[in-house]
């Protein structure tokens, strides 16, 4: 321990004695501890304690009514523990006083075993957001749990459930089921993949979203009033963050039930803070005055969105100490490592902000080029290539592999917003990959579903796209929850089929291609096998979908590349499989 984190530890510990249940919530302590250093990401809790505690030494706190209006939230379990979240509304609306819950964690969904409770406050200096760590649980089991209030006339939460994870050394497990989502853009359509995966309680085990939870723009002309952005400026401020997390929350049952079912492991993209992030800019913002969104700078912007996507979203903070960090790993037994990454917000060089495609085309093999900070690309490396568990996921943003995907003008080209863009952390990646068997890379972004034999560029002409022979790895990319498709809007069903056709045709390695559905995907692992099975929506548009089987993809142990016969010998539900009609050499 340092000097300075002992002094941390001192003081932390001063403040949880003048107020603990304060001290309880996770929403002052993340993403960062060092106050006033870093501004805006971290919370003087002494002097919140010492603000609400009386003369006579006893602690103030809100008595009155409360509702909970954004439901409940798990996350990032553990084979003991599980980050428990939700966000109570005053009767009334405000209240200067620290609002407390109680929190139980039973083995029942009745709340009558009760196995972990404690107490936690919150005031809006964290927007209401209250998050709890349920401790000293059994691995391997299904917990259900809800928030109180104190007291006589109590008001309760909804109950939510949750599974802990296996111990990390456990041999024994067999399967480990997630359902795999991105890009859910709310005035764009219905959520119809979580309303659909919110149902499959009896299959899936947690669900992972691998970023574009929310998005940032301005009210969308021609959107339902009911899932209209808002505030319906686009966003930069603190308060216009959270006012549009708490849109998403408030206005979307599915999203809700989605939580209020499963654990979470999230991660960010681009939009969690603006469109096409890279470490000090987007597409629209940056530092420079001509770049100010609603006044401010693009460093402030990230912060406001940074604090609000920990307020809001029942994740860990794994070093405090490392404000921007959201990578890290779950271990499923010796079944799987799952590798949350962030190849966006974190030391991202300059990406393709659209007027700059040709430089950053230009520039993309450059050695010096980062996706990520060499700390986060050692510890994956590492992560994957120590690891003793049979399948090593990757769950992380950007489509990995480069296809060449048809411009505006007819021409092919790569998308360098992705992992194309730099080449020398791809690289580094493939040859990361390339010592172990068995990494699964899961993909959002990009709108569209795809399944790739993983195939590092300086040995794609020896790629057998029969056999899938030369392939290191495979990639499964889900299609959005609800963002427009990649190849187009409103195009005909032919239309996206023939997009899709094209795509594989041009791509030695894509072996399977699907535009116009909007969905998720469900990953299955077992000892022997993955499996990816692709679900779409039949239409987004109507609140009520039904959903269908788009494709089957599944990878044998050890092989390294997805196996064939693709999707049993069998054509997608629209979209194309390689060999049925693709790539031709
Ligand atoms: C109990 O609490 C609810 C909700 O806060 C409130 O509407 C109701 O009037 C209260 N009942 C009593 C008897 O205090
Ligand atoms: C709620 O009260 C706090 C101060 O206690 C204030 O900063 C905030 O603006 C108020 N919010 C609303 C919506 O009134
Ligand atoms: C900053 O952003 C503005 C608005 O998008 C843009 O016009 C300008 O070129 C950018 N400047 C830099 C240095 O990136
Ligand atoms: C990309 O960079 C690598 C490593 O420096 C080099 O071997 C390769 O030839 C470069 N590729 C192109 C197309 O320039
Ligand atoms: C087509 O557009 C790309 C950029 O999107 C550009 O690099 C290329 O030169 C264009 N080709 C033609 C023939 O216009
Ligand atoms: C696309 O289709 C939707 C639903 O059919 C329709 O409301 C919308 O106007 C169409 N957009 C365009 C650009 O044609
Ligand atoms: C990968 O699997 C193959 C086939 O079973 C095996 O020969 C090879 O040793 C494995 N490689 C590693 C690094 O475990
Ligand atoms: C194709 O799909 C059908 C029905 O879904 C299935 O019965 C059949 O076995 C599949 N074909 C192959 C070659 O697996
Ligand atoms: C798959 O679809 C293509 C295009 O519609 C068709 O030509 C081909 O016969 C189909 N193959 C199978 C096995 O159904």
């Known amino acids: 321990m340092t000097l300075l984190s002992f002094v941390v530890a001192l003081l932390l510990l001063q403040c949880a004695a003048a107020y603990p249940e304060l001290f309880n919530n996770l929403a002052y302590r993340s993403p960062s501890l060092r106050f006033p250093t870093d501004s805006v990401l971290a919370h003087d809790v002494g002097a919140l304690a010492r603000r609400h505690t009386k003369r006579d030494g006893s602690t103030a706190r809100y008595e009155g009514g409360l509702y909970f209006p954004y439901g409940i939230a798990s996350g990032d379990p553990l084979a003991d523990s599980a980050i428990l979240w939700t966000h109570p509304v005053v009767a009334g609306g405000n209240t200067s006083l620290p609002v407390c819950l109680q929190y139980q964690t039973a083995k029942d969904d009745k709340i009558t075993q009760v196995v972990d409770t404690g107490l936690a406050c919150t005031t809006s200096d964290v927007d209401y957001s209250l998050k709890v760590e349920t401790k000293n649980l059994k691995a391997k089991t299904r917990y259900y749990y809800r928030f109180s209030t104190v007291g006589k006339n109590s008001t309760s939460s909804p109950v939510g459930s949750f599974k802990t994870m296996p111990r990390p050394d456990d041999a024994t497990v067999d399967k480990l089921t997630l359902a795999v989502f991105s890009c859910s853009n709310l005035p764009y359509g219905f959520f119809n993949a979580y309303r659909k995966a919110s149902a499959r309680t009896n299959e899936v085990d947690y669900f992972t979203h691998v970023g574009d939870w929310i998005y940032e723009g301005k009210a969308v002309k021609g959107a339902l ?226 399944a790739f034999d993983t195939v590092p560029v300086e040995t794609m002409s020896a790629y057998d796209p029969k056999t899938g022979a030369g392939s290191i790895a495979v990639e499964f990319a889900g299609t959005a929850v609800s963002s427009t498709s990649s190849y187009g809007k409103n195009l005909t069903t032919s239309q996206y089929n023939a997009r899709a056709q094209q795509l594989v045709r041009k791509n030695a390695n894509l072996q399977f291609a699907e535009g116009q559905k909007r969905g998720y995907f469900v990953l299955t692992l077992q000892p022997h096998e993955a499996r990816a099975d692709y679900w779409g929506v039949v239409d987004n548009n109507d609140r009520n979908s039904d959903e269908v089987l788009v494709a089957t993809m599944t990878v044998e142990k050890d092989q390294n590349r997805l196996k064939r016969p693709l999707n049993g010998g069998n054509n997608s539900t629209g979209g194309a499989i390689q060999g049925l009609e693709g790539y031709t050499g």
């Open 225 to 450: 009033e009911e899932r209209q952005f808002e505030p319906r400026i686009e966003i930069a401020h603190l308060d216009e963050y959270r006012q549009r997390h708490a849109a998403y929350r408030g206005k979307d049952e599915n999203l809700r039930a989605m939580l209020q079912n499963y654990a979470a492991l999230t991660v960010w993209d681009d939009h969690e803070v603006a469109d096409n992030t890279y470490k000090d800019g987007s597409a629209d913002s940056n530092n420079t005055k001509a770049g100010y969104v609603n006044g401010i700078p693009f460093s402030e912007r990230k912060k406001n969105a940074v604090k609000a996507y920990y307020e809001w979203m029942p994740i860990r903070q794994v070093d405090t100490t490392d404000k921007l960090r959201i990578y890290r790993q779950f271990q499923y037994g010796k079944l799987a490592d799952i590798n949350m990454a962030d190849t966006r917000q974190e030391d991202r060089d300059i990406t393709d902000i659209y007027y700059n495609t040709a430089y950053v085309k230009s520039i993309s093999n450059d050695s010096s080029r980062h996706m990520m900070s060499n700390k986060q690309r050692d510890w994956l490396s590492q992560k994957i290539t120590s690891s003793s568990a049979t399948w090593k996921v990757l769950a992380q943003q950007v489509i990995f592999n480069n296809p060449l995907t048809p411009g505006s003008n007819g021409t092919f080209d790569e998308n360098y917003d992705a992992w194309s863009g730099y080449k020398a952390t791809q690289r580094h990646f493939m040859q990361t990959i390339s010592k172990v068997n068995n990494t699964i890379i899961l993909s959002g972004d990009s709108h569209a579903a795809w």
